[in-house]
């Protein structure tokens, strides 16, 4: 054999043995099943399918969980995951299932929205592909996902993202960015299938306030804050302030841009009857400026070079040497949802809603998010559910 | 399967044979043999449809 095939034999053995070391990773964690314990207030569980033909048997299909109170009230829809990068509110949302009780009315909740994402990567950014949160029994492991659905799951990408059905220009990576895609089709892409599956939820069940839980830059001006159309204002403004005062952590209110489409706070409002909310609590493992993303940095918050930036008042949150950690992001997803239900209950007394066993901000941030976690080894089986 | 992602499909595969070409026509530079497996990776996995 020439050197030149030698060199060449060794290049391929080496290609080979990455790729296939990498793919097992890969697949173990795009296939890797995180449990969740329904909780005593989980009446039914059904398939986001039932509510658009297309999504079944793929991998965007994924759980929704009706917590029905025995009284008749407002309802409300709790997405989250639309980002699965963002995971406080994934967090937030296994929280909602596995403890909440509604007494009136009806709590809606969708953990893994874009399913796809959630079992997806961002291999140029060296992201962790697990995380754990410490809980009484033990550590729950989760999967870290990605932004945007796979590749696997939809493809191939567009030029440029038309979308659906303002024909506006958008990136071409946003078609599988659920929070580009609503109000959806049933016919378009898989990612607005999901959208679209969800607005007949909405339609369907009447829903009356919808929930789109996110996590966002320090850097960013759209962090720690609700995000709201005209239609949503009044609540979100009164929640703001509320949550202010009472729970003393701040959470300003966006108003939903008009000419910017495709977003969940925009179209819910524009298509259906629903008010939409958008939350965004501070996370310092998305910012750009910062050491290694490492779990540490996802779950602790801390990092030195925003802590420099914080200094300089480069920042649009308040930062120190504490961080910003999971618990604080998880426990203002909370109450800002709990607050929400409040403001929206003492406006609409015939559509009010009651939920209690759902933990404040300071519960969250004295207890930790784990001491909230069931134990999928202790539960019934029949109340086990894989997200 | 849609016709564009059928036509991605054929790209792809036309690809993968003109990088597998210049990997084995190749004479003197490891970086370029190198270079034309790692781009030539993505696409046997996405031609293969392993998920």
Redesign the interface.
Known sequence: MSR?WK??SV??VI?IVV?VVA?FQL?AH?HYMVPIVAGPGVTKVVKLSKYCDGLKGT?ADTNVFFLEGKEEGGKMLVIANTHSNEPAAGLSAFVFVENAIVDKGTLIVIPQFNNSGGRNTRAGDGYPLYFEIPTDWGNKKFRMGNRDASP??Q??DPDAYIHYPDKQLLSYLDIRNTNRTWPGRPDGSLMEKVTYAAMQILREEKVDMALDMHGAETMFPVTNCIVAPDKSMKIAVLTSLTVKAKEKFANHVEPSPLGFRGLSHREIGDYSDTLPFLVEAPMPFLDQPTGPKTTKLLLDGKDPFLLSLSQKGRLFVPYDEEGWPMDKRVGQHCSVALELINQFSKRNPDRAMEIHNIPKYAEVVENGIGHYYHDPGKADKAAMYYE | MPLIMSIYYVISIFLIGMLIWNFLIEKKSVNDMLLYLIVAAPLVLRVLRIK
Do not use: F, Q
């Open positions: 030149e060199i060449k290049l391929l290609v790729m793919g697949y795009r991998a696997l799951d493809w191939p």
